[in-house]
């Protein structure tokens, strides 16, 4: 089990100071080296579960266990480090800064970033750049093909490719190492049929080559067929199912309350 | 030739000025108003050291540096706390409450008359500058290594994290970047290198009064980042370029002083407006502020 969450409550006041308990004792395990769907109607709180974890959301009630180490108070920057990645729903490359600045942002290597390091051990560090360079190349090899054209485009801003384009090579960027677990939100969402493809060889190869544990909030249900092996559901703030993909999303009141079927 | 070396020397310190507030202004996106305070507090705190010890330059100033930097954790504690338009008012807040204290800390500061008689920098503790040509060697030397280490900072992996923090502090974060951190870091060296300038000023002019590091010059400085551009090293160096010389300009235009000192105004206003309206990243920027 690389995460555990037990009885994660969290509530929100609206401007008329309403309160409304989104989340009300969520409890789930995630299997090691699986692939595991959180599926939900919009706003059941699947985000917000994601920004629990990854420590963006603190006003929360509950126990939150990352390989067995607590993680209820870290800060979302230490949470980071000690190896959960983040795919964010609208989240693209960041802009103004080129393909390769990016990749190398979400390498775990920081060799280089305190100010006084970077000054007086240049060598140090332009080793380590060249490393990072070296596994981008391989990277965007592995999923695009040799010679693929954004191995030219690695000093273009980030800002210049297509929406579509710029989720994957988020993808891309989470396998620039350090990361045991992945929360991905939503990584088909804006995705043309072709980088649908691409997406899910991404993500099985996080699992089968690199031995990543996936987590992944998904509406797109044949793409969570295809690659989830574990799909938990989210109803009314509780996992109301979780077990086999196929076993969920076939399972009746799943079908009724969530897919109108 | 003296003029035109008095020139170079105060193009020198405003070229420190303006990278300093690049660091936190164009590659942090932090908006800050009070470049000026860090300024002074580098000023004053150099005269202390040059009146009261007999130190070597290279040591008073590293201390200046030093004890500058510490100041700057006071408003890196308000970016921490504070976003966006609370941040500004904040640092402009300080920036009024250093004018206030040197303005009546009489004892100290001097208060409005400020300090006379600023002792000359000495070089090994024993040789005083004195004299515009050995000023002007000495502030190209030191511009010259503010530059490189501007440059190869900003060219740097903390140069890199900076910028990230700039496009989307969310994500620097979600990569394991301990943003406050980074952006003290920012707020340090930029308020040593703002308070280096300020002790060559102090010693050079041999006189300060709080009047030289009130908000105006921090909207001044800002003025010639936004105008030069924000996010690399051309770009302040042309807006120090552009603010030192066109007042220098004027005075051979042959108008009386109080219409040239209006009219100055009005040109770096509107040099603002047409950089903001055609290139808001400035004349040789690289990025736009948030």
Redesign the interface.
């Known amino acids: 089990m690389i995460l555990r969450l037990k009885d994660i409550h969290i509530s929100f006041t609206n401007a008329q100071n309403e309160t409304f308990e989104l989340l009300r004792g969520v409890n789930l395990d995630v299997e090691t080296g699986k692939i595991t769907a959180l599926v939900g109607g919009n706003g059941t709180g699947k985000t917000t579960l994601f920004n629990i974890i ?1 420590g ?1 959301e603190k006003n929360y009630t509950g126990i939150m266990l990352f390989e067995g180490k607590d993680i209820c108070n870290a ?4 949470i ?2 000690m190896g959960i ?2 795919l ?1 729903q609208n ?1 693209q490359l ?4 080129t393909l390769m ?1 990016n990749m ?3 390498s ?1 290597d ?6 006084f390091s ?2 007086i051990f ?1 060598r140090k ?1 332009k080793q380590s ?1 060249a490393q990072k360079e070296s596994q981008t190349r391989k990277i965007l090899n592995r999923f695009f093909g040799k010679d693929n054209k954004y191995l030219d485009m690695l000093d273009e801003d980030a800002a210049t490719f297509s929406y579509g384009e710029q989720r994957i090579l988020s993808l891309c960027c989470l396998l620039m190492g ?1 990361n045991r677990l992945l929360l991905l939100d939503e990584p088909t969402s804006g995705v043309n049929p072709l980088f649908i493809e691409t997406t899910e060889q991404i993500i099985r190869e996080m699992k089968e080559k690199e031995g990543l544990t996936v987590l992944l909030i998904e509406h797109n249900m044949h793409f969570v067929r295809k690659v989830a092996d574990v799909c938990a559901y989210l109803d009314e703030g509780v996992i109301a199912k979780v077990g086999p993909t196929d076993e969920v999303l076939d399972d009746k009141n799943v079908r009724n309350s969530y897919l109108g079927l | 030739m003296e003029y035109v070396f008095h020139i170079i020397i105060m193009l020198n310190i405003y070229i420190m000025l303006v990278l300093s507030a690049n660091l936190t202004i164009g590659m942090a996106n932090l908006l800050t108003m009070c470049q000026a305070a860090f300024y002074g507090i580098g000023a004053y705190i150099g005269t202390f050291f040059l009146t009261q010890f007999n130190l070597p330059f290279v040591v008073i100033a590293f201390l200046v540096m030093v004890i500058t930097g510490t100041f700057s954790f006071l408003v890196s504690f308000a970016s921490v706390r504070l976003k966006d338009d609370y941040f500004v008012i904040a640092t402009m807040g300080f920036q009024l409450i250093f004018f206030t204290i040197l303005y009546n800390w009489t004892d100290v500061t001097g208060g409005p008359h400020g300090l006379l008689d600023v002792p000359g920098i000495k070089l090994f503790g024993v040789y005083e500058l004195s004299g515009v040509y050995e000023y002007l060697i000495l502030s190209l030397i030191i511009t010259a290594i503010v530059v490189w ?1 501007f440059h ?2 900003a060219s ?6 900076l ?2 923090i ?3 502090e ?10 406050a951190m ?1 952006k003290s ?1 920012a707020f340090f ?1 930029s308020a040593a290198i703002a308070g280096l300038a300020g002790v060559v000023y102090a010693s050079y002019n041999s006189y300060i009064n709080p009047n030289s590091f009130k908000l105006d010059e921090s909207i001044f400085i800002l003025s010639a980042l936004f105008i030069g551009g924000i996010g690399n090293t051309k770009g302040p160096i042309l807006g120090a370029l552009f603010v030192v010389i066109i007042p220098e300009l004027l005075r051979f235009v042959g108008l009386p002083n109080t219409i040239a000192a209006n009219l100055r105004q009005i040109i770096y206003g509107l040099s603002l407006v047409l950089v903001m309206y055609y290139r808001p990243q400035g004349i040789l920027g690289k ?1 736009i502020l948030k």
């Open positions: 990854s963006f800060s979302a920057h230490r980071s480090l990645g983040r964010f989240g960041m802009g103004g800064l600045e190398k942002l979400a775990n920081s060799t280089g970033e305190k100010p970077s000054l240049p560090w750049e350090g | 280490l190869n900072l740097s992996p903390f140069g890199r994290v910028n990230a700039r496009a989307d969310t994500m620097a974060l979600a990569m394991g970047r301990d943003t980074f870091w060296l990025t």
